[in-house]
């Protein structure tokens, strides 16, 4: 236990060297300890299978914080290994996320990712990280649900914060064969909202609408013909954008944003004006974009999706499969007071 003006003890580093920035780091021990404090223990993870040793490991000490630098692949993994073997009856230490992908929308989404518009907070958390003190009032922690995929063609439940398919799976195939940084997203994102802004002819190729049948309760039916549809229990996703008009769903649900072609001008101007002001913006233009917030649907006969930008193939070319909210865990990041 920690008390107030104390140093943490029981903290730990969790590196991904295959995330996109630490692939450039040579000496990994070196890096940690100039940025996370010369006496806090370091866990270098290689792959999935030494990955479900470390968390039999983490568990076991019991942490009061694990601080995890990575891309979105690397926190969904953990999780999804760490609720695969250990069960969604034990829940993970508090996580302080870092930057080390991408996109790092759940870095984006708890205020640790700092762009170049906010450089002296960025080098005000790296100063204080560097310290290796780690007191527990330098930290505000906060829940966030998980996504919980079914989906029997996997093998296993998957778990993420951010779930995509159609015409948004196909940007993320874009931004990927585009080299996958920056760059790649501004020209996946934007390069498609000028194509639906302009096109005329949205029945085949990345404005396809989506094969896929979704329910998300039986009142409202099945919908069908849909170019894309995004789940996630962040409220900021891709480049800051806030795309949900809901309030914050924690514990109630997760957000629910289906875009057709209607009006498909309109929404790509939206996204424009208003797509990082999520709640506080107008609402999307109807009828265009559906939006909510349920616990659970169902999707049938995907032809593939993405959970946090991870691209799945069905193996049999399509799958049936229940999204629902799945466990809480804890997201940490350093108070604004500490000059962030």
């Known amino acids: 236990m920690c008390y107030a003006g104390t140093r943490m003890r029981n903290v730990a580093v969790l590196l991904n060297p295959n995330a996109r920035r630490m692939k450039k780091v040579r000496d990994l021990p070196r890096y940690a300890a100039e940025r996370y404090g010369k006496e806090t223990p370091l866990i270098v993870t290689q792959d999935l299978p030494a990955l479900q040793r470390e968390v039999k490991e983490i568990a076991r000490r019991e942490l009061d914080l694990l601080v995890m630098c990575g891309g979105d692949g690397t926190f969904r993994h953990f999780y999804e290994t760490w609720f695969n073997v250990l ?6 230490p508090p996580v302080l996320p870092l930057p080390g992908g991408s996109q790092n929308y759940v870095c984006r989404d708890t205020g640790t990712y700092f762009g170049i518009f906010s450089f002296l907070k960025y080098l005000r958390q790296r100063q204080l990280l560097a310290s290796g003190e780690f007191r527990p009032e330098w930290l505000r922690v906060r829940e966030r649900n998980l996504l919980r995929i079914d989906d029997p063609s996997a093998g296993k439940p998957q778990y993420g914060f951010a779930y995509t398919d159609g015409l948004f799976f196909r940007v993320g195939k874009a931004y990927y064969e585009n ?7 501004l020209k996946a994102v934007w390069g ?4 639906g802004f302009f096109s005329k002819d949205r029945s085949r190729g990345v404005l396809a609408p989506s094969q896929a049948r ?3 309760d039986r009142q409202n039916g099945i919908v069908t013909g849909h170019m894309t549809l995004l789940t996630s229990t962040l409220d900021r996703l891709l480049l800051d954008l806030e795309p949900f008009p809901e309030a914050d769903a924690t ?9 057709f072609s209607e009006n498909i001008r309109q929404s790509v101007l939206h996204l424009a004006l208003h797509g990082r002001k999520g709640s506080k913006g107008p609402r999307w233009p109807e009828p ?3 939006t909510t917030v349920v616990p659970e649907l169902s999707v049938e006969g995907s032809e593939g999706y993405a959970l946090e930008g991870e ?12 999204m629902s909210l799945g466990p809480k865990v804890r997201l940490a990041s350093l108070v604004p007071a500490l000059g962030l």
Not at 179 to 185: K, P
Not at 192 to 195: G, I, K, P, Q, Y
Not at 311 to 316: A, K, R
């Open 214 to 216: 979704v329910r998300w």
């Open 179 to 185: 080299g996958a940084d920056d760059i790649a997203a």
């Open 311 to 322: 691209l799945y193939y069905p193996p049999n070319g399509k799958t049936d499969f229940k």
């Open 288 to 290: 265009g974009v559906i």
């Open 87 to 92: 069960g969604e009856g034990t829940p993970p």
């Open 192 to 195: 498609t909202a000028v194509e």
């Open 251 to 259: 514990g109630t649900g997760f957000h629910v944003f289906v875009l």
